[in-house]
């Protein structure tokens, strides 16, 4: 028998036990003053779920101003531009950091800000560890979705955006559409692009359904990410200090529709 | 003795007292628990540090939670998510372990630690890796692995900053979200400046500078990333419907670790699985708040796969080792199952008053204060570290915290009840039950001196009359007793029985002993 | 449904009963044998009420110091004598926190799978602290016939707080007299470190926890320190005696009473 085996068998075991014990007991129902610890769940109990606690349920109008306001609070600069000022905004901020080499992924959107900004280089190969070390001094990412609740952007990484272009410069650039803005990470799971991201994710695996054996080919993305700010620590003494692995600072620009802020 | 500003220290007495250090944190964990704690106490800028943090954290996290009603609920989903993934456990495990193996990431069960670092060990063999850069994991400190790998000729760095100064010091965590609390910036100003070095070999330069230090710290650790040959990492949370692991930092070292090198080996223990994402963002925000008063960390990193063709990073491999180590017994045990709900937030240990005037490295544990008392028995047995649980006075500050509602105080008298308990030996028709329904080292604690005292104290009180009559002796000798006894008088007075106890005086009163039947009492007056 | 847990927290509210003719007394120990004043001014106050105080000559300890260290065996052999000696259907009003957490959320516990437990969760079900019947079952409304006014720096026990639930009972009872001016201490809801047989067996740690309660209590400048439960009062008054700093303590009780008279 293997581990694996034994650890699981030990588990099943344990289980019957309790099950049986739980049925011959002669212990009257509980009454509601006292605890049972362990006890079953029942499924609705489960399937509610919180909101982030302060934020109730915030209405679309609002998720703007408190996304930006959660990054803030948390050291990332946010710069509300329209479409048509994005690139000049972009250019302005490589400008103003004195920054060399300039990365920026190869989806569509990452090719033709490149094109109008040739300080940007498109990724298109593999870098080596060397080179994202020593001589990259800003990555641009375009972020999926945003979360408003924790201030929270949404990255998936792929062939296009490679996961080292928002962790290993000093300086991370993330450009967000505010049409993508989510109250929060809950309503993110629900949604059904999230679903897709996920492939197995079986939310209707009780409906008796293996929805794992019936994937077809889509695995998972390989890495999604939850960025909210800069790097930090507050390990010394709970002072905090920014840029302790990951990106020093994060610039957020906030593409709002053409023709003024919403809400 | 005269207080002498550290600038004026030479590099070498600097060197000297952070040996100290080292050799006072060595000497300390040869002792029994009492001694430790007694150390901790006596050491004023040890309590400083963790008195201040304490009153931090906890600070934070009520910040964290405006609204009681909502945070009930909040606490009230966390439990039920916890106890769900704990009703399906080797379900969830096969449909996790069917999912990562689908999505190209291998798994591994380990049923204890000296096997789970050979898991890992061959794992990095197989792949010629040397060099090991670690994150945040509570399980490999568990189960002893950095001293395993280096003793077999692997290097394996620490890179969580906290967990890197630790290192540095040679020392174990003491508390586990913020491994390096116990120490004040000059103390790591000086470790830094003596046992670090940069990567050209220089000399980092002595500096109390928060900013610096992370700076100087920062520096050393990207060159590791870049050139390790592994990463090993822990688990927050392994969602099984995707074949997912999620990750959750501040600093990007997690990241780091599980992108820059070929190789991720992930650890983590059998109990941290849930279902599927609907469950994670309750959970995260619960942890988040409770262990740091963050909404949300920086980082939350969710890992499906390996490296997939046409991604330009990410490692080849990575594996998932699954750690047993106790918690299948623990599994077992009706009344102390709720501890595999644990989130390893930290929030019990910055409310403990114990904790906060004793510290980590007192329990001599890998986890330490309310958690650490409940885990640490069940792992290593009753035995070695039945002695800690004394060191509770019940109060509840920490299951009042707990954002999944572990109700620790009860685990930890439980757990009394165990390390006392006769029936070590004893075998009842429900046998089986005996032997899932108890905890390694049952009984070790029971003394005879002990068990005699509860005894005595146990025939004197069931017996009124026997009770009444040492009350009697209490009163009428209380001028003739001891102005000092044990440990009590110490730092208090002796308390003086009053003349007469309350039974005399309610007798006197006139006070009816028991209703009298058919007075139909029972009934509510007006 | 997860429902009422003693150690984690704020769930249902408990349901209390319509006044009752009479009840019970729990002494318990400590007050039995250190603080009986205590007894009898609660005793005054219920009767004052209209409710007839039985109080059981059979009665002893709840067999918590036994339980908290894990001698279960003995805890029960104790208990039961409990059971025998508060068996009718009537509400049982308990002197301390700690025992009254211990009948109303252990009890319960201590006799799962036992001969004895279904009477141990009707006994649960029918004890109160103190101050909670007082506020909750009576409605009690106090005038301060003292014309002296006074500062009290109230300690809540934990049991009292966090089992029990009556920190705001206690803060309504003090508040109710008018000349009383009630204060509490910094870090209010820390344990005082009495602890029980905690005190004893790492007598090192309750000493640090019982000098800086002490240090708080002693900064309020209050005239006296209230307390719901009696080892908390020895802790806290014997460490400032034997400081040299000696504040006067008693019983909520006691000084309910002594100011409505």
Redesign the interface.
Known sequence: MSSRERILNALRSSQKISASAAASSTSAAMPELLSQSGSEMQPEALSEAVSEPGFDTLAPSQWRQTFIQNLQDNHAEVIEVTASQLADQLAQLLQHHKLGRCLIGSSDSGVALARQLPQLEVLERELSNDEWFRQVDAGVSFAAFGLAATGSLVLITGPQEPRRLSLVPPLHIVIIQQSRLLADFNQLVADDEWQTLFGRDGRDGRDGRDSWDDRADRAPATNVLLISGPSKTADIQQTLAYGAHGPKQLCVLLVTDEGGHHG | MKHIPVQQLSTSEMAALVDREEHDFADMQQRHF?AR??MS?ENESLRA?FL??SN??VGKRQA?????Q????????G???R??S??H??EL???LE??LT???IQVH???TAE?ACQLIHTILNDNHAKTVVKGKSMVTEEIELNHYLEQRGIECLE????EY?VQLAKETPSHII????H???AQ?ARLMHTRATNSDGSDVPYSED??E???N??AI???K???ADAGISGVNMA?A????LCLVE????G??TT??PKLHIAVSG?EKVV????????L??LLT?SA?GQ??????????????P?????PEQVHLV?V?NGR??M??H??L??TLQCIRCGACMNHC??YA??GGHAYGSTYPGPIGQVVTPQIGGIEKHGDML????????C??A?PV??????LI?E????????DVDHVSADS??QV?NSVKGRGAKRTVA??LI??G??LL????GL??LM?QL??RGRKLMPARL?????????????P????????K?G?????VPG???????? | MSSDNRDTGPRSARHYPARPKAVYLLGTCLVDSFYPQAGMDAISLLEREGVEVIFPQQQTCCGQPAYNSGYDEQARQVARQQLAAFAADIPVVVMMGSCAAMLHHDYPRLFAGEPEEAQARALAGRSYEFSEFMVNVLQLELTDNSRQPLTVALHTSCSARRSMRVAEQHKALLSSLSGVQLVEPQRATECCGFGGTFAVKQGDISAAMAKDKADNMAATGADMIVSGDCGCLMNIAGTLEKQGRAMPAKHLATLLWERSQ
């Not at chain 2, 004394?390 to 500050?397: K, P, R, Y």
């Not at chain 2, 509602?405 to 009860?410: A, D, E, F, N, T």
Request: hydrophobic share 35%.
């Open positions: 009492k704690a007694k106490l540090s201040g943090a931090f954290l964290m939670f405006p609204d009681t909502q945070l009930e609920r909040l606490r009230d989903r439990e039920a998510i106890q769900h704990l009703n456990l080797p495990l096969e449909r069917k999912n689908a999505n190209g069960w380990a049923e096997p890179s969580d900053m906290g100064l913020m491994p390096a609390i120490k004040n910036k790591i928060v900013d230090l992370i700076g710290a920062r650790l990207r060159d990333f870049m050139t969602v419907n995707s074949g997912t501040n600093e990007g070292n990241r780091m992108t820059a059998i279902e599927d994402f609907s469950q994670v963002p309750d995260l925000t708040r740091t909404k949300i960390t920086t980082y939350f990193n969710m890992i499906s796969s390996p490296k997939k046409g991604e330009k990073d990410g699954l047993d299948s017994r599994f077992s009706d009344t199952k709720p008053p114990v005037r004793i004394s060191a509770c006075s019940l109060n509840g500050a299951g009042e707990c509602r572990i109700p620790l105080p009860q008298r757990l009394r009840a165990e390390a006392v308990n006769p089986i039950r899932f002990e068990s509860w005894r104290w146990s009180h069931r017996q009124p009770y009444r009350t209490l009163s044990g440990a009590w008088t110490e730092s208090r007075t002796m308390p003086q029985a009053a007469h106890s309350l039974h005399e005086l309610a007798r009163r006070l009816a002993s028991q209703p007075d139909n009492l029972t009934e509510t007056s007006k």
